[in-house]
Structure formats: C-alpha cells, structure tokens
C-alpha cells in the first residue's frame, strides 16, 4: 500500500512537473490526460494513506506486547530516528547539493519554489520544523516528514490513553484535538502542519487492534463489520466530493476529505489482514508493488529533484508536447527514478533499519484487556 501510494504521488507531481505553467485545472486540449488533473488531488491524500499505514505499523508492536511500548518511549524514540532520519538528511542534503549545481536557476515550473533556499528554510529543514516554516523550500514533499516526525511525540500518549480510556475514547479525542486545532488555526502557521492528521494516525492504531487483536471485541469487528462495503462508500464519497467541488475547491477542502479517505485505507488494512486469499491482499501482495513499497520512502524523498532534472535536461531539450513529456515521465522517466531510489535506498535504508527494528516479541505475551 505505501507503493502503490508513493506512486500517486510521482503521478501528481510528474503531472505537474509539466502542465505546472499550462493552466492544467482548464486546458481542455490535453484529452484523455484531463483525468491526471485529479492526480493534484490524489497526491495529498496519499500522504494520508501514508499516515494511517504509520499508525497501523507501529501499533502491530503495541498489540504484540500487550498495550506496551516495547523498551519504553526512550527507545521507541532512538527507533524512529534510526529508521527515519539517515534517509531524511541525505534527502535534504542532496537536493541542496543539486539547486546549488545544476537544478538552482528558474524554469518556470513545480521545481522554482524549492530554490528559493535560505538560511532560515535550512535551518527548519535540519530542526525538522518545515511543515511551520520554510514549507516547501529545498524539496517540496519534505513538509510531510515534519508532520510524521511530530506526530511520533504524541505516540507514547496514545498508547498510554489507549490503556487508560480505552481506543473509542482515544481516537475520538485524537481526532476531536486535530480537527480542533487545524480549524481553530485557520489563519495561522500551524495550519500548515496538518494536526488532523493526529486523529488519521489514531485511526491507523485501532485498525492494528481490529487486524491482530485476539480478543473477542476486535475479532468481532474484524470479521462481522461491513469493511467492504465501507471501503466502496468512503471511496465513493470522495470521488463524488472532488467531482461536484471541482480540482481547485477540492485542494481547499482537503482537510473534509482526509476522514473518508483515512477509513478507505482502514477498510483495506483490515480486508487484507482477514486473509492472504481475498482479493485486496492478492493485490497489495503483488511482487512489483512489495518491491517497491521496500523503498517507498526512499522513491518518495527523491523523486521532486529527479523529476526536475529529467525534464531540464532531457526533456525540455527535445521540444517535447505535453502529454509526450508526461507519457515520458510515467514510463522510462518513472523506471530512472525507481533505480535512483533504489540506490538511495541501500546507502541510507537498509544499513539502519536492521537496528531501528522492534526486539523480538517475548515467548509469554502479558494478557491483553477485554475491550470494554
């Protein structure tokens, strides 16, 4: 799943990478590509998909060691910065490296707000402050690992919330917190930080319980609640949300899509965890689809500098149509941007995530509560 959501976000930005100058919301001369329009939305609500998986992902441990962080918030801490930073800071230093050589000068596209590289937006990249300040400077999907990486403070909170007030009421607050925050804050820098996506992690945390969970409650969910039907009513409200709103309102309104979108990929989790038979885990379980979720985040850190680099010096050069470019970029471009992640991924991934990994689950697992 993260695969197939780091795709749509190379989707949305390859997308705009070359109708970024072109009116691409009204050129209605661009044909069968006026569907890829929609690909400016999907590009955002990827990232929530990102961050139910997080929620869910890190939850698998909590479930497995009885509603416990595993070695305490000190070492779940030390874990997260393993696995999430090495990769971040080579991301961030390349794409320094690559603005201040060969992709630094305006061109008129998706790629001139990230040069505008200061002293302060460097600064807020190293602190990991980028969703406040300097957003979208350096490298523009930088701003949603600020978000993830804020998020984790609240981790141990949650877990504790869990065992005290039980999930409804933790991931009722969650979400009632974020939503409060992110319209309390309109007009602020804190919107910028998304805080509603709290609540969309919250929920990645109870569909772990609902997907591994022996106890009777969750298994009850897991098995008799309608998650199919769910999945095709969230992805249906969304469509039809973003058809009646238009693009441009749909981008203003991302905060109301968010929720739907973030149970459709709870529905998913849970429909793929049932049974490594259905349909929906046959599908995420694809060979392509696990290779490349290996180095989703790598594909996903990389991919804006690359996508600038292909078009100045490759396609750019060529005089190229529009759609040609974008059938370029989606074809042998997307092949180029696969390898170089790959790459990436071996130098800063895999040596750390061996040591970023959970311990072992104990032999005697303490007895997990009844939810009540």
């Given at each position: 799943?993260?695969?197939?959501?780091?795709?749509?976000?190379?989707?949305?930005?390859?997308?705009?990478?070359?109708?970024?100058?072109?009116?691409?919301?009204?050129?209605?001369?661009?044909?069968?590509?006026?569907?890829?329009?929609?690909?400016?939305?999907?590009?955002?609500?990827?990232?929530?998909?990102?961050?139910?998986?997080?929620?869910?992902?890190?939850?698998?441990?909590?479930?497995?060691?009885?509603?416990?962080?595993?070695?305490?918030?000190?070492?779940?801490?030390?874990?997260?910065?393993?696995?999430?930073?090495?990769?971040?800071?080579?991301?961030?230093?390349?794409?320094?490296?690559?603005?201040?050589?060969?992709?630094?000068?305006?061109?008129?596209?998706?790629?001139?707000?990230?040069?505008?590289?200061?002293?302060?937006?460097?600064?807020?990249?190293?602190?990991?402050?980028?969703?406040?300040?300097?957003?979208?400077?350096?490298?523009?999907?930088?701003?949603?690992?600020?978000?993830?990486?804020?998020?984790?403070?609240?981790?141990?909170?949650?877990?504790?919330?869990?065992?005290?007030?039980?999930?409804?009421?933790?991931?009722?607050?969650?979400?009632?917190?974020?939503?409060?925050?992110?319209?309390?804050?309109?007009?602020?820098?804190?919107?910028?930080?998304?805080?509603?996506?709290?609540?969309?992690?919250?929920?990645?945390?109870?569909?772990a319980y609902v997907a591994q969970s022996p106890n009777a409650p969750y298994v009850r969910l897991r098995l008799r609640f309608p998650w199919r039907s769910t999945f095709f009513l969230t992805?249906?409200?969304?469509?039809?949300?973003?058809?009646?709103?238009?693009?441009?309102?749909?981008?203003?309104?991302?905060?109301?899509?968010?929720?739907?979108?973030?149970?459709?990929?709870?529905?998913?989790?849970?429909?793929?965890?049932?049974?490594?038979?259905?349909?929906?885990?046959?599908?995420?379980?694809?060979?392509?689809?696990?290779?490349?979720?290996?180095?989703?985040?790598s594909l996903y850190l990389l991919h804006a500098p690359l996508l600038q680099i292909l078009w100045q010096y490759v396609l750019r050069p060529a005089n190229a149509g529009g759609a040609a470019?974008?059938?370029?970029?989606?074809?042998?471009?997307?092949?180029?941007?696969?390898?170089?992640?790959?790459?990436?991924?071996?130098?800063?991934?895999?040596?750390?995530?061996?040591?970023?990994?959970?311990?072992?689950?104990?032999?005697?697992?303490?007895?997990?509560?009844?939810?009540?």
């Amino acid at each position: 799943m993260r695969a197939a959501a780091a795709l749509v976000v190379y989707l949305n930005h390859a997308y705009a990478q070359v109708f970024a100058g072109s009116s691409p919301f009204n050129d209605a001369s661009l044909g069968l590509l006026a569907i890829a329009r929609y690909s400016m939305v999907a590009g955002h609500l990827a990232v929530t998909v990102f961050i139910v998986i997080s929620g869910f992902c890190l939850t698998l441990p909590v479930v497995a060691f009885g509603d416990r962080l595993r070695g305490g918030s000190a070492k779940f801490f030390k874990r997260r910065a393993r696995r999430i930073l090495p990769a971040y800071y080579g991301s961030l230093a390349l794409a320094l490296v690559l603005i201040w050589t060969i992709i630094g000068n305006p061109t008129g596209t998706l790629w001139d707000v990230p040069i505008r590289v200061t002293p302060a937006a460097i600064l807020s990249h190293v602190l990991l402050l980028q969703d406040l300040f300097g957003t979208s400077k350096i490298n523009y999907v930088l701003w949603s690992i600020a978000v993830e990486w804020h998020i984790y403070f609240f981790f141990p909170l949650l877990v504790w919330g869990w065992r005290r007030f039980g999930p409804a009421k933790t991931v009722i607050t969650a979400l009632v917190v974020g939503y409060g925050l992110h319209f309390g804050f309109q007009s602020t820098r804190l919107v910028r930080a998304n805080p509603h996506f709290l609540g969309m992690f919250a929920l990645g945390m109870l569909v772990a319980y609902v997907a591994q969970s022996p106890n009777a409650p969750y298994v009850r969910l897991r098995l008799r609640f309608p998650w199919r039907s769910t999945f095709f009513l969230t992805t249906t409200l969304v469509c039809v949300l973003i058809g009646i709103w238009g693009v441009r309102t749909a981008i203003a309104r991302f905060s109301l899509l968010d929720l739907p979108v973030a149970v459709m990929t709870a529905s998913l989790l849970v429909l793929s965890s049932r049974s490594e038979r259905s349909v929906v885990s046959r599908i995420f379980s694809s060979k392509p689809l696990v290779v490349i979720g290996t180095f989703s985040y790598s594909l996903y850190l990389l991919h804006a500098p690359l996508l600038q680099i292909l078009w100045q010096y490759v396609l750019r050069p060529a005089n190229a149509g529009g759609a040609a470019m974008f059938a370029f970029l989606m074809t042998v471009g997307l092949a180029v941007v696969l390898c170089v992640a790959y790459l990436f991924y071996r130098l800063f991934e895999e040596p750390f995530m061996r040591s970023s990994a959970v311990p072992r689950q104990p032999d005697v697992v303490p007895p997990m509560p009844v939810l009540a």
